[in-house]
């Protein structure tokens, strides 16, 4: 069947695979090790290698990651940078910062500005898609761009050929509607944390999305494999993932496929790049997809924005 997914395809017309993400975990590892050096992360340069050669085609960073170089890196070693062929069989999201963060003021100017510092460093002359990373920011204390500054110049970066896509990443209903109010390119994503245990990120989100055509992207699928305290999800995901031959980490990741979501996962080990893939190779019935789904609304949480979202569940 047909999904939003579908419409997703590298700029040589190759069907998206999931993503495979450069977050938390290396933005963390990076400002450990002194990210005003300049030095790479070698380690997520080979994961992200590993990723590729393993038959990935998405990858997915940010501009508050300060890992662009690194995924620049890991591109030129792939061999998706020796040529404009070569990288249009590639899928690159980024996502732009604009402030909102305690501690974490905006890096430029505005989108624009971002964008041409992030083709520079990764080394292309376009991004894949282009996401607001959250819209939780005060113009009073940031750049002065409001919401529907930041979209304008999201547009125009799709004017000027340096974005294919844009969308929208952790956000709820009204930012959504309020940028359909004025949107000449609406968004085509919202990137939000979803999993058995966080089935909405914020009311209706899912619901909102798919009646106007916006493909949800969700990060942190493979969040309860860690968050089950009572054991009864992961067992579930065992008997399911038995009967196809596929471990919880697989089961989870089609969990999400099987709603027509483009899930973004992570991994430092090359072998579960292979196995990550392989939620191509099965499917789960609309028995299993719900049983998942009520056996992990049994239990909450939330790994992400933990307060911008609360109000919205007062």
Same mark, same amino acid.
């Given at each position: 069947?047909?999904?939003l997914?579908?419409?997703f395809?590298t700029?040589?017309?190759?069907?998206?695979?999931?993503g495979?993400g450069?977050?938390?975990?290396?933005?963390?590892?990076k400002?450990?090790?002194?990210?005003?050096?300049?030095?790479?992360?070698?380690?997520?340069?080979?994961?992200l290698?590993?990723?590729?050669e393993?038959g990935?085609?998405?990858?997915d960073?940010?501009?508050?990651?300060?890992?662009?170089a690194?995924v620049?890196e890991?591109?030129?070693?792939a061999?998706?940078?020796?040529?404009?062929?070569?990288?249009?069989?590639?899928?690159?999201?980024?996502?732009?910062?604009?402030?909102?963060?305690?501690g974490?003021e905006?890096l430029?100017?505005?989108p624009?500005?971002s964008?041409d510092?992030?083709?520079?460093?990764?080394?292309?002359?376009?991004?894949?898609?282009y996401l607001?990373?959250?819209p939780f920011?005060?113009?009073?204390?940031g750049?002065?761009?409001?919401l529907?500054d930041?979209?304008?110049?999201?547009?125009?970066?799709?004017?000027?050929?340096?974005?294919r896509?844009?969308?929208l990443?952790n956000?709820a209903?009204?930012?959504?509607?309020?940028i359909l109010?004025?949107a000449?390119?609406?968004?085509?994503v919202?990137?939000i944390?979803?999993h058995?245990f966080?089935?909405e990120?914020?009311?209706g989100?899912v619901?909102?999305?798919a009646k106007?055509?916006?493909?949800?992207?969700?990060?942190?699928?493979l969040?309860?494999?860690?968050?089950d305290?009572?054991?009864?999800?992961?067992?579930?995901l065992?008997k399911?993932? /038995?009967?196809?031959g =596929?471990?919880? &980490?697989?089961?989870?990741? %089609?969990?999400a496929?099987?709603?027509? $979501?483009l *899930?973004?996962?992570?991994?430092?080990?090359?072998?579960?790049?292979?196995?990550?893939?392989e939620?191509e190779?099965?499917?789960?019935?609309?028995?299993?997809? /719900?049983l998942i789904? =009520?056996?992990? &609304?049994?239990?909450?949480? %939330?790994?992400?924005?933990?307060?911008? $979202?609360? *109000?919205y569940?007062v």
């Amino acid at each position: 069947m047909a999904s939003l997914r579908d419409n997703f395809k590298t700029k040589a017309g190759e069907r998206l695979t999931i993503g495979v993400g450069s977050g938390t975990k290396w933005h963390i590892l990076k400002r450990s090790r002194g990210e005003k050096t300049g030095d790479l992360v070698e380690p997520l340069v080979t994961t992200l290698v590993s990723a590729f050669e393993a038959g990935f085609n998405h990858v997915d960073t940010a501009e508050i990651y300060n890992t662009h170089a690194e995924v620049g890196e890991a591109l030129r070693r792939a061999g998706y940078l020796a040529d404009e062929k070569a990288r249009e069989k590639v899928w690159v999201t980024d996502k732009y910062y604009p402030g909102g963060f305690p501690g974490h003021e905006p890096l430029t100017t505005g989108p624009i500005a971002s964008i041409d510092v992030a083709l520079k460093a990764l080394g292309t002359t376009y991004l894949d898609l282009y996401l607001v990373h959250q819209p939780f920011f005060d113009p009073k204390t940031g750049t002065g761009l409001t919401l529907k500054d930041v979209w304008r110049e999201l547009e125009q970066a799709v004017a000027e050929g340096k974005v294919r896509y844009i969308g929208l990443s952790n956000s709820a209903v009204p930012h959504i509607e309020e940028i359909l109010s004025y949107a000449t390119v609406k968004p085509a994503v919202n990137q939000i944390e979803f999993h058995p245990f966080l089935q909405e990120q914020s009311p209706g989100i899912v619901s909102f999305c798919a009646k106007h055509d916006i493909l949800i992207e969700p990060y942190g699928p493979l969040s309860p494999l860690f968050r089950d305290d009572s054991g009864k999800l992961n067992d579930t995901l065992d008997k399911i993932g /038995a009967k196809h031959g =596929k471990n919880r &980490a697989q089961v989870l990741l %089609r969990y999400a496929v099987d709603q027509g $979501f483009l *899930p973004i996962t992570t991994s430092s080990k090359a072998e579960r790049f292979h196995e990550a893939l392989e939620v191509e190779t099965f499917q789960l019935s609309p028995e299993d997809v /719900a049983l998942i789904s =009520k056996e992990g &609304a049994k239990h909450h949480f %939330r790994g992400f924005f933990i307060e911008k $979202f609360a *109000p919205y569940y007062v």
